[in-house]
Nanobody, 120 residues
Framework: QVQLVESGGGLVQAGGSLRLSCVAS????????MGWYRQAPGKQRELVAR???????NYADSVKGRFTISRDSAKKTVYLQMNSLKPEDSAVYYC??????????????WGQGTQVTVSS
């Protein structure tokens, strides 16, 4: 099995910053793309940012220039640094990781989510 544990969410005022972390553990041979998604009440889950094993990144237009995704492959951890937060960034943030458990194919896993609330 593979577990993803997120941390770093919370309540922050508009203009503030938060840093999310997601640690992968379990039966892991290799990790591929790691990413963050978010889902606000009444809305669909959307991609925020993702980073490949080669450290290529892409971001949602709404967070470009404010959020930075990074990874520490040795620690099996992905981070999301969120600056200049806006109330519309409020959502549950989910970690998403592609894991090869040694079978030669990647399976996709989700974390349990961490709440981010930005007050105006």
């Amino acid at each position: 099995q593979v577990q993803l544990v997120e941390s770093g969410g919370g309540l922050v005022q508009a203009g503030g910053s938060l840093r999310l972390s997601c640690v992968a553990s379990g039966n892991i041979f290799r990790i591929g793309t790691m990413g963050w998604y978010r889902q606000a009440p009444g809305k669909q889950r959307e991609l925020v940012a993702r980073i490949t094993s080669g450290n290529r990144t892409n971001y949602a237009d709404s967070v470009k220039g404010r959020f930075t995704i990074s990874r520490d492959s040795a620690k099996k951890t992905v981070y999301l640094q969120m600056n200049s937060l806006k109330p519309e960034d409020s959502a549950v943030y989910y970690c998403n990781v592609d894991v090869d458990r040694g079978w030669g194919q990647y399976l996709n896993y989700w974390g349990q989510g961490t709440q981010v609330t930005v007050s105006s």
